[in-house]
């Protein structure tokens, strides 16, 4: 019988399996940037684009070209302000840039670069890449789903056969090895070291409704649907449940879902900060209403207070005195789902100011694609707001 019941999330108690106490590798934020209040040690300052005015211009092309300017070299996307080792996260960033500037020749240099240091026996990433080899080459599926979704989507915007072939090779691995059914449907594992274990460990914000419908799509396979369906019934109970959706959370085989403290039910505290406010930005790019609905649903909790801090509970009380552009990205994004173009241009303008005064690999990466979600449709969505 399917249980419809989130367990813990008013309490903020979790229940933590035996199974989650498990050692697997690759598995911290580390891979997130500090929050952004001040400049992170071997941080960049180059300014982002400006508007003529002395404001950062949200332009999306013309951020996309900054972030591959400064946080590109030879290929590599390199975490200046994290002692310049890359992961497959951002390798997919880059990838998307690349797309969103329209520029083939970067994107050639990146999917070269992450072939040859990354791509495992397997098709699948590596997820760190440090001091000239990968030290952990674990993959964590929303970067191969970023990945898999940009070779598509730069296939059809440089009319180039191998990427695209090269995007529905990736996105065939990723449903064969990373994706599992329960009783909500199919669902997104976090990476291999998830797969065997049962509750399922489950980031919520790794669905991707326009990434499952572009590889859909491209390769006419139906778990790709399958997938829309049950992660948008996931994150449907997680925000009917609770105010804000937690970074981490587990889904058992018969429906329970549960928060948690981190993937392996350890570590940090039950919480929205550096992984859970992407899914906003996720769901309000969607081209399907429903899922846009989702995406405004946090917008109430999240505009009780001018400034977001960079961690919350997931009642929407702050757990930091800090602040990161990732969180004014994701209010812009649920404002503009909940039809509030102002608010949403004003924390997107707020996201954008705080990147340019503090700049971190992670916090420029999502004023880039947050404004590429929310203002275009050059990564495949259909959130055409104006800023």
Same mark, same amino acid.
């Given at each position: 019988?399917?249980?419809? %019941? ?6 903020? @108690? ?19 940037? !500090? +929050? ?12 982002? +684009? ?5 404001? !950062? ?53 990146? /999917?070269? /670069? ?64 990373? %994706? ?30 326009? $990434? ?19 992660? @948008? ?7 009917? @449940? %609770? ?19 981190? +993937? ?33 649903? +946090? ?46 241009? $004003? ?18 990466? /999502? ?21």
């Amino acid at each position: 019988m399917r249980r419809g %019941t989130i367990i813990g999330i008013a309490a903020g @108690a979790v229940a933590v399996t035996a199974g989650a106490a498990v050692l697997a590798v690759g598995l911290t934020t580390s891979d997130h940037a !500090p +929050p952004e209040t001040a400049p992170a040690p071997g941080a960049t300052s180059t300014p982002l +684009p400006s508007d003529g005015n002395g404001a !950062p211009e949200l332009d999306a092309p013309a951020l996309a070209a900054a972030f591959l300017d400064e946080w590109v070299e030879d290929g590599r996307v390199v975490r200046h302000d994290e002692g310049g080792d890359t992961v497959s996260e951002g390798q997919a960033y880059g990838l998307f840039a690349a797309v969103i500037a329209d520029d083939e020749q970067s994107f050639d240099e990146i /999917w070269d /670069w992450t072939t040859e240091e990354l791509v495992r026996s397997d098709g699948l990433m590596a997820w760190r890449w440090d001091d000239g080899s990968v030290v952990d080459d674990e993959p964590a599926s929303d970067a191969d789903l970023d990945a898999a979704r940009a070779l598509v989507l730069a296939g059809d915007r440089f009319d180039r056969a191998d990427l695209r072939e090269a995007g529905v090779g990736l996105a065939t691995v990723i449903a064969d090895r990373l %994706t599992v059914e329960t009783e909500r449907g199919r669902i997104l594992l976090p990476g291999l070291w998830a797969a065997d274990r049962e509750p399922y460990a489950y980031n919520p914000s790794y669905a991707s409704p326009v $990434a499952y419908e572009v590889l859909g799509d491209a390769t006419g396979d139906p778990r790709w649907a399958e997938l829309q369906a049950g992660s @948008a019934d996931v994150t449907a109970e997680i925000l009917g @449940a %609770t105010d804000l959706p937690p970074d981490w959370a587990q889904v058992h085989v018969d429906g329970l879902i549960e928060p948690m403290p981190g +993937p392996l039910g350890e570590g940090d505290p039950v919480q929205y900060a550096f992984d859970a406010p992407r899914l906003m930005l996720r769901y309000a790019e969607s081209c399907t209403p429903d899922d846009v609905a989702l995406a405004g649903l +946090p917008f109430a909790t999240l505009d009780r207070e001018e400034d977001v801090s960079s961690r919350l509970d997931l009642g929407g009380g702050p757990l930091s005195d800090e602040q990161s552009a990732l969180g004014f990205t994701a209010r812009a994004a649920s404002a503009q789902a909940s039809g509030d173009a102002a608010a949403s241009m $004003a924390d997107l303008e707020r996201a954008a100011a705080l990147s340019a005064e503090y700049p971190t690999y992670y916090g420029t990466a /999502w004023v880039m694609l947050a404004t590429a979600m929310l203002t275009g449709d050059s990564l495949g969505g259909c959130a055409t707001g104006t800023v």
